[in-house]
């Protein structure tokens, strides 16, 4: 299924680069990756470095489904207003790839929802200021973004994912944000009490090394292993609020031993 997506993706959309150019969507490398894990379990936990594309490719998978299948509901939470808009604009320019005149064959075309009568399928758009967004719906796929940064993360988890039909996907895809409900559902996902599968994706499988080195210089390592993570750990406690001084944290960690066998 998954190499159907990527299929479909690269024939038929195109996307605006880092460099503000309209571009065919080629799958990067990190893309790729993901599509190719098995996803069979239907529920990830991405962990990520940042701008790594993997909004740009859920949005994508989403409007496959929303375009191909039939009694499609999509959800995407996003952490703020902006963001929200950024991403549901995002969808139309995939759609007017398809067909430039597509938007006026929706029923629904406003700043957070679309609705394709003729399949009866809904794209909708909301934020984590309303926890009870995609509570009370029948849910196809849902799409958790920057999720760390949520104020009411396990309260919205909670309500969305009891709407999500027993076919559906959930994927929650975040940068680190401290020691927070996005850290414990994280430590749990890992634990496998979550339902979701984590999945961490470090800067250097990404950027080249000369990049690395660059934004080193201009961040500094703290602000750098925030944004460029080699590990989880590495992430989270570098990133947000912490009780703990973050640079003992990482002292400790970067002299830790094995353990014996």
Not at 15 to 37: A, C, H, M
Not at 73 to 96: C, F, H, P, S, W
Request: net charge negative; hydrophobic share 35%; proline share 3%.
């Amino acid at each position: 299924m998954n190499s159907g997506y990527k299929k479909w993706i690269e024939d038929n959309l195109s996307i605006v680069n880092k460099e503000g150019t309209l571009v065919p969507f080629k799958l990067n490398s990190i893309q790729d990756r993901y599509l190719t894990q098995d996803t069979s379990n239907r529920k990830d936990f991405i962990l990520k470095a940042r701008q790594q594309g993997f909004s740009s490719l859920i949005l994508a998978i989403f409007t496959a489904d929303f375009l191909l299948k039939e009694n499609v509901y999509n959800i995407v939470v996003a952490d703020n207003t902006d963001n929200a808009q950024g991403l549901l604009k995002r969808v139309k320019d995939y759609l007017k790839c398809i067909d430039p005149d597509i938007e006026k064959t929706l029923k629904y075309n406003s700043k957070y929802e679309l609705y394709l009568e003729k399949y009866n399928n809904t794209y909708k758009i909301g934020t984590a200021e309303n926890i009870n967004f995609g509570r009370s719906k029948t849910v196809t796929n849902l799409h958790f973004s920057e999720s760390c940064f949520y104020p009411h993360l396990s309260d919205m988890l909670a309500g969305a994912l009891q709407a999500l039909v027993p076919t559906g996907r959930a994927i929650i895809e975040t940068t680190a944000n401290g020691f927070n409900e996005g850290k414990e559902l994280w430590d749990k996902s890992v634990l496998r009490e979550s339902g979701f599968k984590p999945l961490f994706y470090k800067a250097s499988d990404f950027y080249s090394k000369e990049f690395l080195e660059e934004k080193r210089k201009e961040l500094g390592d703290r602000l750098f292993m925030q944004e460029y993570p080699e590990t989880a750990i590495e992430a989270f406690i570098t990133s947000g609020q912490c009780f703990f001084d973050t640079e003992s944290l990482e002292n400790y960690l970067a002299n830790a031993k094995e353990p014996m066998k």
